[in-house]
C-alpha cells in the first residue's frame, strides 16, 4: 500500500454557468512525476472527453504547461480543456486574478498561446483563450463524398447538397470538417454512423465533424451545432471550444454572418444531449483577412476529488 500514490483532480463544466451543462473536464494541477501510459489510464478512468494534466512550463514566458488527453490518446490542442484547466487553477490561487482581465501564456504541446481571465468583484466571469490562425484546408466538391458524408451523419442527401456554404475542413488548431444544414431539425435528426464518420474524417484529415445551421434555439445564440469525433475516442462533445474557432472563422470567411473587423458569434450546442451550452466566439479581421480567433465562455466547478492508484 505504501507505493501507491494520490493525485488531487477536480471536475469543472465549461462553457456553462450551470453545473451539469456544457463540457465536463477533469484537471490533475500537478501531474510532475507521472509517466505517459499513466496519463492515459487515468484519462481511461475519468472517461470524460478530456482530462488535463497541468505541469511545470518548458517556456518560461508560460505560467504552466498542459497536456490533454481523451480516453483513447493525447491531443496536442482543444478548447474547453484549456478554459476549464485556467479556471480550475484561479478557483485554487495557482494564478493570481484581479479585476478586469489577466493576461496569461499557456504553453500546450503546439505552442504558447494567450488566456484571458476576466473577473468582476473578486468572481471569475469568463475565460478566454486565442487560437491558433484559421488554416482553410479545402472545400468536399465531388457529389459522391457529400453523399457519403450525408450517409455518415444518417442525413438524406438533399439535407446537405442543397446548400449555399461549402463543405470545408478548417482548422485553428486542429482540423474539423464543417458541414452546413439548412434547418435545425436536421441537425437534430442527425443519426450517427460512428464508423462511417471515422472513415470519412480519415479521408478529409479532420479530427470530426461539425454539423450547423443558423436557426437556433435560444434568441441569443448565432448557430446551433452538434460536433461528433469517435476518431479520438468522443462519440458526440457537449461543447467543442476548438471546433467552435474554426467554425467561427468559417463563418466569418464565407460571409455566413454580417462581418465586422471583429465579429461576436454565439455558438449554441449540447442541447441533444441534455447539456445545453455556450460557446462565445470573437473573430478579428483586418482588410478581409483573419487575424485573430478567440473562444471563451464560462465555468463552474462541480467535483473535487482524489484518485489513488
Known amino acids: 500500500m505504501s507505493d501507491r500514490r494520490s493525485l488531487k483532480f477536480y471536475q469543472a463544466d465549461v462553457f456553462t454557468g450551470q453545473p451539469f451543462g456544457g463540457n465536463p473536464v477533469a484537471v490533475f494541477p500537478d501531474a510532475h512525476g507521472l509517466a505517459d501510459y499513466q496519463l492515459q ?3 481511461r478512468e475519468m472517461n470524460l472527453s478530456e482530462t488535463v494534466f497541468v505541469l511545470p512550463p518548458m517556456d518560461q514566458a508560460a505560467v504552466v504547461r498542459l497536456r490533454i488527453f481523451t480516453p483513447t490518446q493525447e491531443i496536442p490542442f482543444a478548447g474547453h480543456p484549456v478554459l476549464g484547466t485556467f479556471f480550475v487553477l484561479a478557483q485554487l490561487g495557482l494564478i493570481a486574478v484581479t479585476d478586469g482581465v489577466t493576461r496569461v501564456m ?3 504541446n503546439i505552442g504558447l498561446f494567450p ?8 468572481e471569475l466571469t469568463r475565460v478566454v483563450m486565442t487560437q491558433p490562425k484559421p488554416e482553410f ?3 468536399v466538391d465531388a457529389i459522391e463524398d457529400v453523399y457519403k458524408i450525408a450517409g455518415a451523419l444518417g442525413l438524406p442527401k438533399y439535407a446537405i447538397t442543397d446548400m449555399k ?7 485553428t488548431g486542429l482540423p474539423v470538417l464543417i458541414v452546413p444544414l439548412r434547418t435545425l431539425t436536421a441537425v437534430r435528426s442527425i443519426q450517427l454512423n460512428a464508423p462511417a464518420i471515422v472513415d470519412v474524417c480519415s479521408q478529409f484529415g479532420a479530427n470530426g465533424v461539425m454539423a450547423f445551421t443558423t436557426v437556433t434555439v435560444e434568441p441569443s445564440a448565432t448557430v446551433h451545432a ?3 469525433a469517435p476518431s479520438i475516442g468522443i462519440l458526440e462533445d457537449p461543447a467543442t471550444g476548438s471546433a467552435s474557432g474554426a467554425l467561427g472563422a468559417y463563418l466569418v470567411q464565407n460571409g455566413v454572418v454580417d462581418v465586422a473587423p471583429t465579429t461576436e458569434i454565439v455558438v449554441e450546442q449540447g442541447y ?5 451550452s455556450q460557446i462565445f466566439v470573437r473573430v478579428e479581421s483586418d482588410d478581409d483577412i483573419i487575424q485573430t480567433v478567440k473562444v471563451g465562455g464560462q ?3 462541480v467535483v473535487e476529488g482524489t484518485l489513488t492508484f
Request: with cysteine.
Open 41 to 43: 489510464r487515468i484519462a
Open 106 to 108: 499557456q504553453e500546450c
Open 115 to 122: 488566456v484571458e481571465l476576466h473577473a468582476e468583484d473578486g
Open 137 to 139: 484546408l479545402g472545400p
Open 165 to 171: 456554404w461549402p463543405i470545408e475542413v478548417v482548422s
Open 226 to 228: 452538434r460536433m461528433f
Open 272 to 276: 441533444e444531449i441534455e447539456r445545453p
Open 299 to 301: 465555468c463552474v466547478m
